[in-house]
T-cell receptor, first 116, second 110 residues
Framework: GAVVSQHPSWVICKSGTSVKIECRSLDFQATTMFWYRQFPKQSLMLMATSNEGSKATYEQGVEKDKFLINHASLTLSTLTVTSAHPEDSSFYIC????????????FGPGTRLTVL | LAKTTQPISMDSYEGQEVNITCSHNNIATNDYITWYQQFPSQGPRFIIQGYKTKVTNEVASLFIPADRKSSTLSLPRVSLSDTAVYYCLVLSGGYQKVTFGIGTKLQVIP
């Protein structure tokens, strides 16, 4: 149980285009999902917290107009990188919280974004 | 939000037991200790979670002393496939924000 999927697993795009990444909880409902970014040889950095039916909460330094997050249902959250540039190239990982009491998060496999 | 400290790296030979200790001196009453494993270019994988004393599952054991200011992840008889980065996190019930440290890079040597 507690499986989280991401699509696509990797994407290559030209500078200036927008890219959408989907995060799905396959066997449970997740009222809260999280989006992280990880650069090579670094740890995960939280970008935003996504709550179903409400606006996402962004971490300091993360541009909300550039990284659009939509959490329209209890099993799906999407991250859209708008007008992507080479510096946005990174590994994007989502997670979904299972239980409020322990705050356990289960992570997706990640999406490798390369912007040319 | 409790800060955690763990070794940056560890080496171990195949077949040995590996213990990775994490300190979390300012852990709060409602906090749980959670460990994740991450392979390159993959999302972190949940390993084990505990509140106090000892927790064991099919993958690992987690030892937490009475004061809960530290915890030890124990991996029995590691294999090459256990080479990964291991993250220790302290999570509060209902507290949404999670901060990852740099983790412990475990290298298993043949």
């Amino acid at each position: 149980g507690a499986v989280v999927s991401q699509h696509p697993s990797w994407v290559i795009c030209k500078s200036g285009t927008s890219v959408k990444i989907e995060c799905r909880s396959l066997d449970f409902q997740a009222t809260t999902m999280f989006w992280y970014r990880q650069f090579p040889k670094q740890s995960l950095m939280l970008m935003a917290t996504s709550n179903e039916g409400s606006k996402a909460t962004y971490e300091q330094g993360v541009e909300k107009d550039k990284f659009l997050i939509n959490h329209a249902s209890l099993t799906l959250s999407t991250l859209t990188v708008t007008s992507a540039h080479p510096e946005d190239s990174s590994f994007y990982i989502c997670s979904a919280r299972v239980a409020v009491s322990t705050d356990t998060q289960y992570f997706g496999p990640g999406t490798r974004l390369t912007v040319l | 939000l409790a800060k955690t400290t763990q070794p940056i790296s560890m080496d171990s030979y195949e077949g040995q037991e590996v213990n990775i200790t994490c300190s979390h001196n300012n852990i709060a009453t409602n906090d749980y200790i959670t460990w994740y494993q991450q392979f390159p270019s993959q999302g972190p994988r949940f390993i084990i979670q505990g509140y106090k004393t000892k927790v064991t599952n099919e993958v690992a054991s987690l030892f937490i002393p009475a004061d809960r200011k530290s915890s030890t992840l124990s991996l029995p008889r590691v294999s090459l496939s256990d080479t990964a980065v291991y993250y220790c996190l302290v999570l509060s019930g209902g507290y949404q924000k999670v901060t990852f440290g740099i983790g412990t890079k475990l290298q298993v040597i043949p």
